[in-house]
């Protein structure tokens, strides 16, 4: 039997958000990088994220190492959007500090 060498694509796949996701999973590769950068191994990243396999995570390792510019890139652009989304966020709540206060002055005189 001979040995095939092929050149395999990493499990990834590109989310409505612009995430990539791992395999048939919902984790995101951002998830997993960082799981990996912070040292955990890839039986211990299987652990935490049950719904990926041991290869997948492999397998986006392997594709982490060999393209650090690219997911370094990607890493950034997500953490640009995230920052986005939080001052969306935060900027369509009401001032909640002043809404506390009011609430506290209301309460104080009806104790009156």
Same mark, same amino acid.
């Given at each position: ?24 999973? =919902? ?6 990088? @960082?799981?990996?950068?912070? +040292? *955990?191994?890839?039986?211990? !990243?299987?652990? #935490? ?28 652009? =997500? ?6 989304? @939080?001052?969306?966020?935060? +900027? *369509?709540?009401?001032?909640? !500090?002043?809404? #506390? ?12």
């Amino acid at each position: 039997m001979e040995l095939v060498l092929q050149t395999e694509a990493p499990p990834l796949r590109r989310d409505s958000s612009g995430g990539m996701r791992v395999g048939n999973s =919902r984790v995101l590769l951002e998830l997993i990088i @960082r799981a990996f950068e912070d +040292g *955990a191994t890839a039986e211990a !990243i299987c652990q #935490r994220y049950e719904t990926v396999t041991l290869a997948e995570v492999y397998s986006v390792v392997a594709y982490y190492l060999r393209h650090p510019d690219e997911i370094a890139l990607y890493m950034q652009q =997500r953490e640009e959007q995230a920052k986005s989304v @939080r001052e969306h966020i935060e +900027g *369509a709540q009401p001032d909640l !500090i002043g809404v #506390r206060k009011r609430l506290q002055a209301r309460r104080k005189m009806m104790a009156s």
